[in-house]
């Protein structure tokens, strides 16, 4: 990725000519000419990206200006510092301004040396550059996507048989009212999920007769296969009179996609194509297909969708011709398929082949049949794991692994250490890599550096969805748009690698937003590739330092296990830029970050995460770290923050959460750039005691640090009249959480809150159990406002939160309410997770028909008073999860239960013995009232342990303390957590 160094230089050379102290004489000029030269050479890079590997001599020239850019980089910054060295206050009077003119001469010195030399460099490689035209480049890209498309023999595809089925039914039966569906697969993936949809919309009444199919998934693995599969059935050929297969490409223009579709149609019904197609217009053209189409049934392929005006070009001469017309397109972008389906389609999910299967086809393309030998079982079964349940994966490996020779196990353990390496060298394999690499090739180039980014994370790691915002923009991976933070661009970046494929889901919140998420094993090995051949990144973990091979230079530093190797290295030059730490056996306080400080070249750093490393103490060094801009010691032991901090000027993350650190010194204020200040940790296993979170204190004067984004969790119990007003000032807050709060404090607060008008999470915990939560003079509450939570005792329901119609979540706690809240909650249109703990001492809970439009999880935890529920029909018909828990006098299945029909799972926690008598499936009075709901759990304490009564679908009884249900149960309480 040159383009990113150079954009990244380019910003700081901007910076460099507008610095008020003077450089040396002629190096204004130098540094004009750099930029110029750079700015040149930057247009070809883009464009030159994806040809790296086909052309050895324009890859080297890209390596070139990547170093020179670094170079520069690494020269203003140095400057830089050694201005900060030097600078004595604000320049107040004149003397000072002479006196750190005179002091700065070495380093405008040495700058105008680093430029000089910098220069001749830059110049030798616009002389040096590749002659090639950006012309001949996009074609070649063009063909490269079309001629690279692997399609699998049928035998091949475990799986193909139902959807194949699934989507003949959908194109050959009349199912009037099923007319709009997506189907999602991605990289070979043939167990896919196919489903249909009713919609009753007038748009899809009026063109019931012509049904879109969207398969959506990565370039060349599978969706193509699937739709041909099923184009090329005899079955489907008799149906449709007339048909056409037309093949995209991302740079085919429209009007060659309609002369190829109208020569295909005349081939079909056996006539010349008329001479003036070449001569007419598009909208002649459109027309012509649509008089051929009008009076016959057809069905209309489009493979590899890349852009949404390619269906619009198309669509208006597909006819509604009440003849059960049929159009499947192939896409591998995600929001393309939803727009070629009118917005009407429907996602489904992706299912990998389970562990048998995958096991199955690995056996049987590896070893022809035959079961695998015994002493290979466990390396093929590691080497099954990285191919992450796909089958095109798993056969393709499987070729290459045929071959091996199978007495010998050294053979098969080295493509298991070396499986990317094993991809890159392997000709069996080249396919699979060509299309997994066109995947990447086709990615718009802004992306690019984000997703290589990707590699820094250890293998199968979670990857906390924040956290990897927080780094792209620590990085400088993230441009500014207009109306957006750099937050919520980054956000939509990772939005877009999730369309495209390249990330998968681990974990959603409760309101169906990505938690975590993870690259698919074998893209692993691909990015991994690409980012070790353009030393993008370097990681370095224990179980290889024998192996690795060091690059000559390194800027972003991935540990994994142990530092040991890279205190070792002394041929590698270390300009860090990024370091991150991951799952250290070390003890840093040991040899202290010392050592690293000294051997490793990290004061230019701008990322340093030593996230769960076995640190006990803030190292000193790292205020050291002028251009640090992201700091994470999540779930260290440092308790204690130097005020020496403020020296880190352009820090604009701190992530201080689980750590012991309860105490902020009065100069964190002067962080003027801070974005982030999080700084909590939870108490777990205590989740329903009142102090079980523990935020911090600070006495600084919080309002000057007015671009924090992120303020968690700030306890506000001394000082707390003055604090309400300096939060005030906080107008760029979009996550806030208040703990200790007092109740004199309210009217200040609501005053303050006002002013946040970009809120989105909104956290506040009494100083004590029964201390009232005053918040109800909020008249203008923050619009944007999707996650509330309250602990505390509330007089009244505050009146201003009914009107919060984006609440997506809202937890309450300790309100001990005498009203019905629900009346106050069941009308927000938007809210898909309520919680209540200790909410409500009212007798009867009441769910009016049409409330609750959203909600799809409901847990009600500790209402003592609780004896019945009702829920009316229409009431939470998108329901999906309902916990209750410790409600000693609800002995009776909530009646209406049987209105939600999506209901998918039920827990019971610690609840009466009636109750769980009345469950049972044989003779229990109640247990017809939930015998629609897939699974339901009954959970409490008998001897000493947990116990889980399971009823499945069919009454099925599971007991056992280790269950994995008992274990979902037990963990419900983290849903508590902010």
């Given at each position: 990725?040159?383009?990113?160094?150079?954009?990244?230089?380019?910003?700081?050379?901007?910076?460099?000519?507008?610095?008020?102290?003077?450089?040396?004489?002629?190096?204004?000029?130098?540094?004009?000419?750099?930029?110029?030269?750079?700015?040149?050479?930057?247009?070809?890079?883009?464009?030159?990206?994806?040809?790296?590997?086909?052309?050895?001599?324009?890859?080297?020239?890209?390596?070139?200006?990547?170093?020179?850019?670094?170079?520069?980089?690494?020269?203003?910054?140095?400057?830089?510092?050694?201005?900060?060295?030097?600078?004595?206050?604000?320049?107040?009077?004149?003397?000072?301004?002479?006196?750190?003119?005179?002091?700065?001469?070495?380093?405008?010195?040495?700058?105008?040396?680093?430029?000089?030399?910098?220069?001749?460099?830059?110049?030798?490689?616009?002389?040096?550059?590749?002659?090639?035209?950006?012309?001949?480049?996009?074609?070649?890209?063009?063909?490269?996507?079309?001629?690279?498309?692997?399609?699998?023999?049928?035998?091949?595809?475990?799986?193909?048989?139902?959807?194949?089925?699934?989507?003949?039914?959908?194109?050959?039966?009349?199912?009037?009212?099923?007319?709009?569906?997506?189907?999602?697969?991605?990289?070979?993936?043939?167990?896919?999920?196919?489903?249909?949809?009713?919609?009753?919309?007038?748009?899809?009444?009026?063109?019931?007769?012509?049904?879109?199919?969207?398969?959506?998934?990565?370039?060349?693995?599978?969706?193509?296969?699937?739709?041909?599969?099923?184009?090329?059935?005899?079955?489907v050929k008799k149906h449709f009179r007339i048909h056409a297969w037309v093949n995209l490409s991302q740079s085919l223009k429209s009007e060659d996609l309609l002369k190829d579709l109208v020569q295909q149609l005349y081939s079909v019904i056996g006539k010349p194509v008329p001479k003036e197609v070449e001569m007419n217009n598009s909208d002649k053209v459109k027309e012509l297909i649509k008089n051929l189409l009008l009076r016959s049934r057809y069905l209309i392929v489009l493979d590899d969708v890349w852009h949404v005006d390619v269906w619009d070009a198309v669509k208006l001469a597909l006819p509604n011709n009440n003849?059960?017309?049929?159009?499947?397109?192939?896409?591998?972008?995600?929001?393309?398929?939803?727009?070629?389906?009118?917005?009407?389609?429907?996602?489904?999910?992706?299912?990998?082949?389970?562990?048998?299967?995958?096991?199955?086809?690995?056996?049987?393309?590896?070893?022809?049949?035959?079961?695998?030998?015994?002493?290979?079982?466990?390396?093929?079964?590691?080497?099954?794991?990285?191919?992450?349940?796909?089958?095109?994966?798993?056969?393709?490996?499987?070729?290459?692994?045929?071959?091996?020779?199978?007495?010998?196990?050294?053979?098969?353990?080295?493509?298991?250490?070396?499986?990317?390496?094993?991809?890159?060298?392997?000709?069996?394999?080249?396919?699979?890599?060509?299309?997994?690499?066109?995947?990447?090739?086709?990615?718009?180039?802004?992306?690019?550096?984000?997703?290589?980014?990707?590699?820094?994370?250890?293998?199968?790691?979670?990857?906390?969805?924040?956290?990897?915002?927080?780094?792209?923009?620590?990085?400088?991976?993230?441009?500014?748009?207009?109306?957006?933070?750099?937050?919520?661009?980054?956000?939509?970046?990772?939005?877009?690698?999730?369309?495209?494929?390249?990330?998968?889901?681990?974990?959603?919140?409760?309101?169906?937003?990505?938690?975590?998420?993870?690259?698919?094993?074998?893209?692993?090995?691909?990015?991994?590739?690409?980012?070790?051949?353009?030393?993008?990144?370097?990681?370095?973990?224990?179980?290889?330092?024998?192996?690795?091979?060091?690059?000559?230079?390194?800027?972003?530093?991935?540990?994994?296990?142990?530092?040991?190797?890279?205190?070792?290295?002394?041929?590698?030059?270390?300009?860090?830029?990024?370091?991150?730490?991951?799952?250290?056996?070390?003890?840093?306080?040991?040899f202290s970050i010392h050592d690293l400080y000294s051997s490793a070249g990290v004061k230019l750093l701008r990322v340093l995460d030593l996230q769960d490393a076995p640190l006990e103490a803030f190292p000193a060094e790292i205020v050291d770290l002028y251009l640090l801009k992201y700091l994470s010691l999540k779930n260290t032991k440092v308790k204690n923050i130097p005020g020496s901090i403020k020296k880190l000027q352009n820090l604009e993350t701190l992530d201080l959460k689980h750590t012991y650190v309860t105490e902020l010194p009065v100069e964190i204020a002067e962080l003027k750039r801070l974005r982030h200040l999080?700084?909590?940790?939870?108490?777990?296993?205590?989740?329903?005691?009142?102090?079980?979170?523990?935020?911090?204190?600070?006495?600084?004067?919080?309002?000057?640090?007015?671009?924090?984004?992120?303020?968690?969790?700030?306890?506000?119990?001394?000082?707390?009249?003055?604090?309400?007003?300096?939060?005030?000032?906080?107008?760029?807050?979009?996550?806030?959480?208040?703990?200790?709060?007092?109740?004199?404090?309210?009217?200040?607060?609501?005053?303050?809150?006002?002013?946040?008008?970009?809120?989105?999470?909104?956290?506040?915990?009494?100083?004590?159990?029964?201390?009232?939560?005053?918040?109800?003079?909020?008249?203008?509450?923050?619009?944007?406002?999707?996650?509330?939570?309250?602990?505390?005792?509330?007089?009244?329901?505050?009146?201003?939160?009914?009107?919060?119609?984006?609440?997506?979540?809202?937890?309450?706690?300790?309100?001990?309410?005498?009203?019905?809240?629900?009346?106050?909650?069941?009308?927000?249109?938007?809210?898909?997770?309520?919680?209540?703990?200790?909410?409500?001492?009212?007798?009867?809970?009441?769910?009016?028909?049409?409330?609750?439009?959203?909600?799809?999880?409901?847990?009600?935890?500790?209402?003592?008073?609780?004896?019945?529920?009702?829920?009316?029909?229409?009431?939470?018909?998108?329901?999906?999860?309902?916990?209750?828990?410790?409600?000693?006098?609800?002995?009776?299945?909530?009646?209406?239960?049987?209105?939600?029909?999506?209901?998918?799972?039920?827990?019971?926690?610690?609840?009466?013995?009636?109750?769980?008598?009345?469950?049972?499936?044989?003779?229990?009075?109640?247990?017809?009232?939930?015998?629609?709901?897939?699974?339901?759990?009954?959970?409490?304490?008998?001897?000493?342990?947990?116990?889980?009564?399971?009823?499945?679908?069919?009454?099925?009884?599971?007991?056992?303390?280790?269950?994995?249900?008992?274990?979902?149960?037990?963990?419900?309480?983290?849903?508590?957590?902010?």
């Amino acid at each position: 990725m040159a383009d990113s160094p150079v954009s990244f230089v380019l910003e700081k050379i901007t910076w460099l000519l507008e610095e008020e102290v003077n450089l040396q004489r002629g190096v204004h000029e130098d540094v004009r000419c750099i930029k110029v030269e750079l700015e040149r050479h930057k247009a070809i890079l883009v464009v030159a990206d994806s040809l790296e590997d086909k052309n050895p001599e324009l890859k080297a020239w890209v390596k070139r200006v990547r170093d020179t850019a670094h170079e520069m980089e690494d020269a203003i910054d140095e400057y830089n510092l050694r201005l900060v060295d030097h600078e004595q206050g604000n320049n107040i009077c004149y003397c000072q301004e002479i006196c750190f003119y005179f002091k700065t001469l070495k380093a405008r010195h040495i700058i105008a040396s680093d430029i000089k030399e910098i220069k001749s460099k830059v110049e030798a490689i616009s002389q040096d550059r590749p002659n090639t035209s950006a012309g001949s480049i996009s074609i070649q890209r063009r063909l490269d996507s079309q001629g690279n498309a692997l399609l699998l023999e049928e035998a091949d595809l475990v799986g193909i048989e139902q959807p194949k089925k699934q989507l003949i039914d959908l194109l050959i039966k009349d199912e009037s009212n099923e007319e709009v569906t997506s189907i999602y697969s991605m990289e070979g993936l043939w167990k896919t999920t196919l489903g249909k949809q009713v919609y009753d919309h007038p748009k899809v009444k009026d063109e019931s007769n012509r049904a879109v199919i969207s398969i959506y998934g990565m370039g060349g693995l599978g969706k193509t296969t699937l739709a041909k599969q099923v184009y090329d059935d005899p079955k489907v050929k008799k149906h449709f009179r007339i048909h056409a297969w037309v093949n995209l490409s991302q740079s085919l223009k429209s009007e060659d996609l309609l002369k190829d579709l109208v020569q295909q149609l005349y081939s079909v019904i056996g006539k010349p194509v008329p001479k003036e197609v070449e001569m007419n217009n598009s909208d002649k053209v459109k027309e012509l297909i649509k008089n051929l189409l009008l009076r016959s049934r057809y069905l209309i392929v489009l493979d590899d969708v890349w852009h949404v005006d390619v269906w619009d070009a198309v669509k208006l001469a597909l006819p509604n011709n009440n003849r059960e017309s049929r159009v499947i397109l192939t896409t591998r972008r995600r929001d393309i398929a939803r727009y070629c389906c009118a917005e009407l389609g429907k996602d489904f999910d992706l299912e990998f082949l389970h562990e048998q299967e995958a096991w199955s086809l690995f056996c049987k393309k590896t070893f022809q049949g035959n079961p695998c030998p015994p002493h290979l079982e466990e390396v093929c079964r590691k080497i099954l794991k990285l191919c992450g349940g796909l089958p095109l994966a798993i056969v393709a490996i499987s070729g290459a692994l045929a071959t091996k020779e199978r007495s010998n196990i050294e053979e098969w353990q080295i493509v298991c250490r070396s499986f990317g390496s094993e991809i890159k060298g392997n000709d069996k394999l080249e396919d699979m890599k060509k299309v997994l690499s066109l995947s990447f090739n086709e990615l718009p180039y802004h992306l690019k550096s984000c997703l290589l980014y990707l590699s820094v994370f250890p293998e199968f790691h979670p990857i906390e969805h924040m956290r990897l915002i927080r780094l792209w923009i620590a990085e400088g991976f993230v441009t500014g748009e207009d109306g957006k933070t750099l937050e919520e661009v980054a956000d939509s970046y990772l939005t877009e690698l999730l369309n495209r494929s390249f990330l998968q889901v681990v974990e959603k919140s409760s309101d169906g937003r990505m938690k975590t998420c993870r690259m698919h094993g074998l893209l692993r090995e691909i990015v991994n590739y690409k980012s070790r051949d353009q030393n993008f990144a370097t990681i370095a973990k224990k179980e290889q330092e024998q192996d690795m091979v060091w690059p000559e230079r390194v800027r972003c530093l991935s540990v994994i296990t142990s530092l040991d190797n890279v205190l070792k290295q002394n041929k590698t030059i270390f300009k860090l830029r990024s370091l991150l730490m991951f799952a250290l056996s070390d003890s840093l306080n040991h040899f202290s970050i010392h050592d690293l400080y000294s051997s490793a070249g990290v004061k230019l750093l701008r990322v340093l995460d030593l996230q769960d490393a076995p640190l006990e103490a803030f190292p000193a060094e790292i205020v050291d770290l002028y251009l640090l801009k992201y700091l994470s010691l999540k779930n260290t032991k440092v308790k204690n923050i130097p005020g020496s901090i403020k020296k880190l000027q352009n820090l604009e993350t701190l992530d201080l959460k689980h750590t012991y650190v309860t105490e902020l010194p009065v100069e964190i204020a002067e962080l003027k750039r801070l974005r982030h200040l999080l700084v909590y940790r939870y108490e777990i296993e205590s989740y329903a005691h009142f102090d079980a979170r523990h935020g911090f204190k600070v006495v600084a004067p919080i309002g000057n640090m007015q671009s924090l984004q992120k303020l968690c969790f700030i306890e506000v119990d001394q000082g707390s009249g003055d604090l309400m007003v300096e939060l005030g000032k906080l107008t760029q807050l979009r996550r806030l959480g208040i703990r200790k709060m007092r109740k004199e404090d309210g009217a200040a607060l609501c005053s303050s809150i006002e002013k946040m008008v970009n809120l989105t999470s909104l956290s506040i915990t009494a100083i004590k159990e029964d201390e009232i939560i005053d918040i109800h003079s909020i008249s203008k509450p923050p619009r944007f406002l999707q996650k509330l939570y309250l602990s505390g005792r509330l007089e009244k329901f505050p009146q201003w939160i009914k009107s919060c119609n984006n609440l997506v979540r809202v937890f309450l706690k300790w309100s001990r309410l005498e009203e019905d809240p629900l009346a106050y909650l069941q009308g927000l249109p938007n809210l898909r997770h309520l919680e209540f703990l200790q909410v409500f001492v009212g007798e009867t809970l009441h769910f009016n028909a049409k409330g609750f439009p959203s909600l799809k999880v409901l847990g009600l935890d500790d209402l003592k008073g609780l004896e019945s529920m009702i829920i009316e029909e229409g009431a939470m018909h998108g329901l999906k999860k309902l916990i209750i828990q410790r409600c000693g006098l609800l002995k009776h299945v909530p009646v209406g239960l049987k209105h939600l029909s999506k209901l998918k799972t039920i827990e019971f926690f610690d609840m009466p013995d009636e109750l769980l008598m009345a469950l049972r499936p044989n003779g229990g009075e109640e247990f017809c009232r939930v015998q629609h709901v897939p699974t339901v759990y009954t959970t409490y304490w008998r001897d000493g342990g947990w116990d889980v009564y399971s009823l499945e679908t069919f009454g099925e009884r599971e007991t056992d303390s280790n269950h994995s249900s008992a274990k979902r149960t037990l963990e419900l309480p983290t849903l508590w957590k902010v």
